[in-house]
């Protein structure tokens, strides 16, 4: 199946391996553009020398691909990934790193437990707010330090999904943001429960929901074309 997904151009990192290992091939839409902040990367990176922070939370692969580099030589508190693809980012830079155990930023603070009770966690990320992840730590503790090192813009460009048997979505922002005509027989994908929903508030309920990772949600959607052969 021949699956468009949606990323920043030039972010697509290893999709189409990916993608072949589960038996599909797929091509890159972008709805979105990354503006890179270098002053905030630049802050934050000042800070992490200062030891301003007692843990770093890496809710993306982006900031992880900006600002690993950086670290390479510089020590550094605790630092958490939210997924493989992230940790890899870090990792090829030097940085020793935990994985959250789900693809979801609502994992961070239960995942550190009673330890964030009192901490400051940098979190370097997009501008897209994320109130919900300032307050879970908050409320169990621990101080919020955020800095917003890019910004995500609409392309407001028609995607070209001629060609798509099924359009992945890998976020809420991306859905909301793409311009598209709705074709009947494209499957319609979520990458995970927060996208899923912003889908079915526009009236457009996903076909498959995957577990918040690209690897889950195409198990889902073989799962899916498993049970409905033929369409």
């Known amino acids: 199946m021949r699956i468009a997904i949606t990323r920043l151009a030039g972010k ?8 072949a290992r589960k038996g599909h091939e797929c091509f890159t839409i972008s709805p979105l553009r990354g503006e890179i902040n ?11 020398r ?12 982006l900031p992880a691909r900006q600002i690993g580099p950086y670290l390479r030589d510089i020590p550094v508190p605790r630092v958490v990934a939210i997924g493989p693809q992230t940790a890899k980012a870090l990792r090829e830079s030097g ?5 959250l155990r789900e693809f979801y930023s609502r994992a961070f603070v239960p995942f550190l437990g009673e330890w964030i009770a009192g901490k400051r966690i940098g979190i370097p990320r997009s501008d897209a707010p994320n109130q919900k992840l300032l307050t879970a730590i ?3 503790g621990g101080i919020p330090l955020e ?7 609409a392309t407001y460009e028609l995607l070209d999904l001629s060609s798509a048997e099924a359009i992945l979505f890998t976020s809420a922002l991306s859905f909301k943001s793409a311009v598209w005509t709705r074709r009947e027989d494209a499957i319609l994908v979520a990458i995970g429960e927060v996208t899923a929903g912003a889908m079915e508030e526009a009236g457009l309920p ?12 195409l198990d889902e959607l073989n799962l899916f074309l498993l049970m409905n052969p033929g369409g």
């Open 38 to 48: 270098q002053d905030q990367i630049d802050l934050f990176v000042q800070d992490v």
């Open 50 to 61: 200062k030891g301003a922070f007692d843990c770093i939370f890496f809710s993306s692969a």
């Open 138 to 140: 908050e409320e169990a």
């Open 206 to 217: 996903p076909d498959v929901t995957g577990d918040g990772s690209l690897e889950g949600t």
């Open 95 to 99: 940085v020793i790193c935990e994985v």
């Open 12 to 19: 697509d990192e290893d999709d189409s391996d990916r993608c």
């Open 147 to 153: 800095y917003q090192i890019y910004s995500l813009i």
